[in-house]
């Protein structure tokens, strides 16, 4: 299985200090995504890292990945309570398939 | 507004009683699929479509059936549910291709087979 898997299964902080989730995956990759998901709702797309990239920002956002070790790692900096979530990874196959790991569980405490 | 419409929501069924979530969305994307998310086990695909009559399988299709007769719709069918089918259904739809493929997830239907 492609399948990624995140590290932490769960982490808990308070607000205000950054949080750092790290995925890792089995296959070659077209792209990687981060998801959030609030309790039970639709998961919402965070951002997108090519292959071909390193690095990308987006606002509180950082992500990171490196295709040598096949793992990736989203940092969110200045958390705020409505951080509060699950975080997924994602994985796209040149076969347009999709594969998501199995969350991290982020409690940012006001 | 942009969205991925799911229907039920929510529904308790019974062992072998025919069922169909349904999905659509007014993205005008090409690209549709599955998912059922259990609890330690993140979202795992089921089936997903790269256009009008073009459906594929994902990691774990046994026991379901999809569709695609038009662009905007992806209905979910549970021939004869059975209780392992339990679980929580997200479809999601995109562009397909390299540039853009970040999925829209509908709110999910939380599904009971008893």
């Known amino acids: 299985s492609q399948q990624g898997e995140e590290d932490p299964q769960a982490l808990s902080i308070q607000e205000g200090e950054n949080a750092t989730m790290n995925c890792s995956y089995k296959?070659?990759?077209?792209?990687l995504q981060w998801y959030r998901q609030n309790s039970g709702r639709g998961l919402v797309h965070l951002i997108l890292?090519?292959?071909?990239?390193r690095e990308k920002h987006s606002g509180r956002l950082r992500v990171t990945l490196d295709t040598s070790k096949k793992s990736s790692s989203l940092l969110i900096t200045a958390s705020r309570a409505a951080d509060t979530a699950s975080y997924f990874c994602?994985?796209?196959?040149?076969?347009?398939?999709?594969?998501f790991g199995s969350g991290t569980k982020l409690n940012v405490k006001p | 507004e942009a969205q991925v419409t799911q229907n039920p929501r929510y529904l308790i069924t019974v062992t072998g009683k025919k069922l169909t979530v349904t999905c659509s969305q007014n993205m005008n994307h090409e690209y549709m699929s599955w998912y059922r998310q259990d609890p330690g086990l993140g979202l795992r695909q089921i089936y997903y479509s790269m256009n009008v009559e073009v459906t594929d399988k994902g990691d774990v299709p046994e026991g379901y059936k999809v569709s695609r007769k038009e662009k905007r719709n992806f209905p979910l069918i549970l021939e004869s549910p059975s209780p392992n089918q339990t679980s929580l259904y997200f479809c999601?739809?995109?562009?397909?291709?390299?540039?853009?493929?970040?999925?829209?997830f509908g709110e999910g239907s939380r599904l009971t087979v008893l």
């Open positions: 994602a994985t796209a196959d040149n076969f347009n398939k999709f594969y």
């Open positions: 890292i090519r292959s071909n990239e």
């Open positions: 999601a739809s995109s562009y397909p291709g390299q540039g853009r493929r970040e999925l829209f």
């Open positions: 296959t070659s990759i077209n792209n």
